[in-house]
């Protein structure tokens, strides 16, 4: 009788199946695999110079193949570590080994960064909005890991760290692409279980750059500009960003439904396509609906298929018609303009935050300025009402 055939040996099937049986064991630590390497993941204690100083999950790298050996001797030290910390005697001094600066071929840091790319777009929330994936890629992470690249090919003697400072330290200081970078290349270092050497402070926070009022058109000058605009379709668009502050690409994903059926509040709805996915937004001034015409849905014939382009091409559309009319400012201008003017009317920080597709925290960071003000002019006006009434009674 012929013996049975043996099922292929599955990596990603078996990690599943020994990481199930250490669950029902009790056990919290995990096998998982990162690149070619596999290592551990659970609460850990502190690392030696760490400034943390309570247990918190940690990745522990054992520098083993992603082989049936290999999977062996990775449950093997789980149980060793698993036993060790229930005793509180584990060391993280025999570990430490696989986490040195790698000094990386060209070719293998192109072959890391390729799979880092696979892993970015097989993340189960990016890939329910794969325009939007594809769009962060391409303008947040993919142009700095090719200078990443281009630096590691000239000072190939450099460690892998060096490489990380000196790409960040390629842009200027404190400007949106040093924050960019910085962002990009601390995730791809966290992907390689490597820690990013300490960057000037102003690069960690993270968030947008503080918008200039010089920047930011008055409502007179955007009803001006609008004029300017031949074309109704763009009008349109033009109208549509200053009224609803939208992203550039935006306009060409939204429903205009409550627009055109006379809805008297005429709410919008930017679609899930979006980068920041699906949300209503109300119009900042009102009175533009009508002045700009905006029940009248018309939009440029632009592609906006997005399988032959992406939304940043689409949003780039929008900046060169801009510049095509001559037009005094950008249209982020119109979207600062529309956030400020929102603050000014006493709109709640976080409602204006929800209608702009992005957190309070980016909200508050980005218009501290101006929000800030309203809130010492608020204070300032409840007071002096207060002692108003105190010196009436009195």
């Given at each position: 009788m012929p013996r049975s055939r043996r099922p292929p040996f599955e990596i990603?099937?078996?990690?599943a199946q020994a990481n199930e049986r250490?669950?029902?064991?009790?056990?919290?630590?995990?096998?998982?695999?990162?690149?070619?390497?596999?290592?551990?993941?659970?609460?850990?204690?502190?690392?030696?110079?760490?400034?943390?100083?309570?247990?918190?999950?940690?990745?522990?790298s054992l520098g083993l193949?992603?082989?049936?050996?290999?999977?062996?001797?990775?449950?093997?030290?789980?149980?060793?570590?698993a036993g060790q910390l229930l005793q509180?005697?584990?060391?993280?001094?025999?570990?430490?080994?696989?986490?040195?600066?790698?000094?990386?071929?060209?070719?293998?840091?192109?072959?890391?960064?390729?799979?880092?790319?696979?892993?970015?777009?097989?993340?189960?929330q990016r890939s329910q909005r794969p325009a939007s994936t594809e769009t962060t890629w391409r303008s947040a992470y993919q142009p700095y890991l090719r200078r990443l690249q281009a630096i590691a090919q000239q000072q190939p003697q450099r460690s892998l760290s060096e490489q990380l400072q000196l790409t960040v330290a390629s842009y200027p200081t404190q400007s949106r692409s040093a924050q960019l970078c910085t962002t990009a290349l601390k995730a791809f270092a966290a992907w390689l279980d490597l820690d990013l050497p300490e960057l000037p402070r102003p690069l960690l926070r993270g968030g947008s750059l503080p918008v200039q009022p010089r920047q930011l058109p008055?409502?007179?000058?955007?009803?001006?500009?609008?004029?300017q605009i031949p074309n109704p379709a763009w009008r349109f668009v033009f109208g549509i960003m200053a009224t609803y502050g939208l992203r550039n690409h935006e306009v060409f994903f939204a429903d205009y439904s409550g627009l055109s059926h006379g809805d008297p509040e005429a709410v919008i709805r930017v679609l899930a396509t979006t980068k920041t996915g699906e949300h209503d937004v109300?119009?900042?001034?009102?009175?533009?609906?009508?002045?700009?015409?905006?029940?009248?849905?018309?939009?440029?014939?632009?592609?906006?298929?997005?399988?032959q382009t992406t939304l940043q091409r689409i949003g780039?559309?929008?900046?060169?018609?801009?510049?095509?009319?001559g037009l005094p400012f950008s249209p982020y201008d119109l979207r600062h303009a529309w956030a400020v003017r929102a603050i000014h009317l006493g709109l709640p920080d976080a409602v204006a935050a929800k209608?702009?597709?992005?957190?309070?925290?980016?909200?508050?960071?980005?218009?501290?300025?101006?929000?800030?003000?309203?809130?010492?002019?608020?204070?300032?006006?409840?007071?002096?009402?207060?002692?108003?009434?105190?010196?009436?009674?009195?």
């Open positions: 990603a099937t078996a990690i250490f669950r029902m064991a009790g056990l919290r630590l995990r096998i998982e695999q990162r690149g070619d390497c596999l290592g551990l993941r659970g609460q850990l204690p502190p690392k030696p110079g760490s400034d943390r100083q309570r247990p918190h999950q940690q990745r522990l193949p992603p082989t049936e050996a290999g999977l062996r001797e990775a449950e093997r030290q789980l149980k060793i570590v509180d005697s584990f060391d993280w001094t025999p570990y430490l080994v696989w986490s040195r600066e790698p000094r990386l071929k060209s070719e293998d840091l192109a072959a890391a960064i390729w799979q880092f790319e696979q892993q970015f777009f097989q993340d189960p008055s409502d007179a000058a955007i009803e001006q500009a609008f004029l109300w119009p900042f001034l009102p009175d533009w609906v009508e002045q700009f015409e905006l029940r009248q849905i018309q939009l440029p014939a632009i592609t906006t298929d997005l399988n780039q559309r929008v900046t060169q018609q801009f510049r095509r009319y209608m702009m597709g992005h957190s309070i925290a980016i909200h508050t960071r980005t218009y501290q300025r101006w929000i800030g003000r309203r809130d010492q002019q608020r204070a300032v006006a409840e007071t002096l009402a207060r002692w108003r009434d105190r010196s009436a009674t009195a």
